[in-house]
């Protein structure tokens, strides 16, 4: 069964802060994990590597480009879950 | 160009004493032990069961979100370069390109080695942490501080055991020397209290198995001594030029005016007996610093507390000093801080400095019954005054390889 766009999001915010430190409450789906949140790319393999732990999906290195911002990873993790 | 000279403008440290400079060299001169029984379950494993663990961890004096994603000895650097920096009066305007960092570890980052190798047997490769190359690496503690203050002149790591730190605050004197910097922040860490690097001093019968009784068992020069104590932490200390520190009207606490470095070319872990690579050193040293044997009021010894040790170096100083080393105070602080293998030669440099503008000679504890073969003077169980006037004192470093490290410090 296909995860919910705003539990994803909630676990999201939960990794980011643990992860790089941002206060949950400043992580939105617009922002932009580089210029916004300022995780760098060793950080955001902690990100992406803790999303799959969590949600129990496959992030798979070619696609972490393509997750500019929050709500990039957020779409990708719940399409990954159907 | 004029002969320029090196001064130290700040000190920082983070020991089993104490979390900064001033709570250490308090209970040093107090003569506490920093040496406490292991609470980690691990520890029933070896026949060690004790270890100087720093007084005030990294997680009370920096944030979560920075800590993690740095090795514990990174932390320990930072934390002392931090205080050492405030100390030197923060002086950020600067040019970064003449600011340098030279910041040593004997080991390396072994505790986040180990932690990661378990990961990737128990979770498998890709839980690996992205973050264990930069958290593991040897140059990572003084990689780390260079960043913070956005050193551009070098940053550099020597390694050589257990005089890592020494050599690292010599690297830093000739940086300035030669003109490569005007202000070098220099060290050295150690975070290696952990079961595998215990194991393996104790393998070595390096370590005292003194269970009993923890806070005695590093005792340097007595009679029963039975191996080192290891220790963690760091210290740090600001050289800087003189002139550079006189214009920006910079804290002077002292002159470093000369080092001596040699090797023993006898044994990969053995002190030489006849000491003759340690002779040379303080030889060497004591010419590099335009002084003699005459000048020097105080030591800080290696003194380890191993049984071939410390009596090999006190014969050395007492064949290289003559009948001068008669009124040399020798100290043995690692009667109280235990053993910080990379970080040791740059703690006692601390000490050293401290001693000189106290104009105090730190005890040595633990001593029942001095070794008949030690024939220097060894300050016991309380501090001792240095003279007054213009003085100077020695801090020796040597490290498993046969490393030889003695710095000069003098009072301006």
């Known amino acids: ?82 | 160009m004029s002969q320029r000279r090196v001064v130290v403008t700040g000190l920082g440290a983070t020991t089993p004493l104490g979390g900064d400079v001033d709570s250490t060299w308090k209970a040093l001169l107090a003569g506490q032990s920093g040496v406490r029984l292991l609470t980690d379950d691990w520890r029933e494993m070896l026949p060690v069961h004790f270890a100087a663990r720093v007084a005030t961890e990294p997680a009370d004096q920096m944030e979560r979100i920075e800590m993690r994603r740095l090795d514990r000895s990174e932390q320990f650097a930072l934390i002392a370069s931090r205080e050492a920096w405030k100390d030197a009066g923060s002086p950020d305007e600067l040019d970064k390109e003449r600011l340098g960092v030279v910041i040593a570890s004997g080991i390396g980052g072994v505790i986040t080695l180990m932690d990661q190798f378990n990961i990737l047997n128990e979770k498998g490769a890709r839980s690996v942490s992205p973050h264990t190359v930069p958290m593991l690496m040897p140059n990572g503690p003084a990689a780390n501080v260079g960043l913070e203050f956005q050193a551009k002149a070098g940053v550099h790591t020597p390694v050589s055991a257990c005089a890592s730190g020494a050599e690292a605050i010599g690297y830093a004197f000739e940086m300035i020397k030669n003109n490569r910097a005007d202000v070098v922040i220099s060290g050295g860490v150690e975070a290696a209290c952990h079961q595998l690097p215990m194991a393996a001093f104790a393998a070595m019968k390096a370590l005292s198995t003194r269970n009993d009784d923890p806070a005695r068992a590093s005792r340097p020069y007595d009679r029963d001594r039975d191996g080192f104590v290891l220790g963690e932490g760091g210290g740090i200390v600001v050289l800087e030029e003189y002139e550079h520190a006189k214009a920006r009207g910079a804290k002077i606490y002292c002159e470093i005016s000369g080092q001596g470095l040699t090797s023993d070319g006898y044994h990969i872990a053995a002190p030489d007996p006849e000491g003759s690579g340690v002779q040379r050193a303080i030889k060497f040293a004591l010419a590099n610093a335009g002084l003699s044997a005459k000048d020097i009021v105080h030591l800080n010894a290696h003194a380890t507390s191993t049984p071939a040790g410390d009596v090999a170096e006190a014969n050395a100083l007492r064949k290289a000093l003559g009948s001068d080393a008669d009124h040399v105070a020798v100290s043995a602080t690692k009667s109280m801080t235990g053993h910080l293998l990379g970080g040791a030669g740059a703690i006692e440099s601390v000490f050293l400095v401290k001693a000189l503008q106290d104009r105090l000679a730190p005890p040595t504890i633990n001593i029942e019954n001095l070794d008949p073969a030690v024939t220097v003077d060894v300050v016991r169980d309380k501090p001792r005054a240095l003279p007054a006037g213009d003085i100077a004192a020695l801090n020796d470093s040597f490290g498993f390889g046969g490393h030889n490290v003695v710095l000069v410090f003098n009072s301006l």
């Open chain 1, 1 to 82: 069964m296909a995860l919910a766009q705003a539990d994803v999001l909630a676990g999201l915010k939960e990794i980011v802060e643990e992860v790089a430190g941002i206060p949950a409450a400043s992580i939105e789906l617009d922002k932009n994990f580089t210029e916004d949140l300022e995780v760098d790319s060793l950080s955001m393999v902690e990100v992406v590597v803790a999303c799959e732990e969590r949600f129990g999906v496959k992030i798979p290195d070619e696609k972490v480009t393509d997750l500019v911002t929050v709500g990039d990873a957020v779409d990708f993790i719940v399409n990954a879950s159907k």
